[in-house]
């Protein structure tokens, strides 16, 4: 695993035109990110030794590395998912294989089911917190000697990046919610049911990814900022349906602030 890890990221640090220490997975809602993006090197993850391949026929993942506001990033285009049949190994490939290459902040974003009453759709919620629920752990087997057999989780998100973020929402005249992202497997969206136990559990919202990747960078020791737009409600009481094209137009509208935010805090942190 580890040779693996090494191998990928060796193919990565001959193309890198620099050496960013910020890395933005562009999750849902994070998309625009890139037409801000100096863009130097583009590399297709079918390229990449090691890579998972992608289970979606003319999927484009890739890895961009440039620039955002004059500082150095990596970024990645596309994430993969445990829902699509990769194991968690492979969900976290790609984050091993920064703190290989000298990555020190991670920016994710995700788009998931608001539970907390107080929450609309098109709401931001910075992550303050997750409560894993995916079936397989991502650190499960021998222990990678990036970080200690038992990690500690006290701040899986970085309290000063959520500060900096809340002032530059209010800097900005952007609303934004605060919560508890809940991480499932999917790929079925939740009954009221489980929407309702989620809920009761201590979480705001619910989604699909996300919480494998920090969990893994956490133990690498790269600190984590993670952004939820709210794509949809499972509020008690008011049951409503949900379809994957809501989900994408609620996205959608909402990103122009989400990338607004994002953009500013990739800028100031470090
Ligand atoms: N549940 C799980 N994942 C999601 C949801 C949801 O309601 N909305 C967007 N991603």
Do not use: W
């Not at 955002?68 to 970024?75: P, Q, T, V, W, Y």
């Not at 020791?221 to 994408?248: A, C, M, N, W, Y």
Request: net charge negative; with cysteine; charged share 20%.
């Amino acid at each position: 695993m580890l040779e693996k890890i090494q191998e990928t990221a060796a193919f990565i640090r001959e193309r890198m035109p620099a050496q960013p220490t910020t890395a933005i997975v562009l999750g849902t809602g994070l998309g625009r990110l890139t037409e801000e993006i100096d863009v130097d090197v583009e590399i297709n993850y079918s390229d990449i030794p090691n890579f998972p391949v992608s289970t979606v026929q003319g999927h484009k993942g890739r890895l961009l590395f440039g620039r955002l506001g004059g500082k150095d990033i990596m970024a990645m285009q596309g994430r993969f998912h445990f829902y699509e049949g990769y194991d968690m190994k492979q969900v976290t490939f790609p984050i091993r294989v920064m703190r290989e290459l000298g990555i020190k902040t991670l920016f994710v974003s995700n788009a998931s089911g608001g539970m907390n009453p107080d929450f609309s759709i098109g709401d931001l919620m910075i992550i303050r917190d997750h409560i894993n629920l995916f079936p397989e752990h991502p650190l499960h087997g021998p222990n990678i000697p990036y970080g200690p057999r038992f990690p500690d989780m006290h701040e899986a998100y970085d309290k000063q990046l959520i500060a900096m973020a809340e002032t530059i929402a209010d800097e900005l005249g952007i609303k934004v919610q605060k919560g508890v992202y809940v991480g499932v497997q999917g790929p079925t969206f939740e009954t009221p049911s489980e929407y309702r136990c989620y809920h009761i559990l201590g979480g705001d919202a619910v989604g699909m990814s996300t919480v494998p990747e920090v969990i893994v960078a956490r133990h690498c020791g790269i600190r984590v900022f993670g952004i939820s737009v709210i794509t949809d409600l499972g509020v008690e009481g008011k049951p409503v349906e949900v379809s994957h094209e809501e989900v994408q137009l609620a996205a959608d509208a909402a990103q122009p602030l989400m990338t607004a935010i994002m953009r500013e805090l990739i800028i100031r942190a470090s």
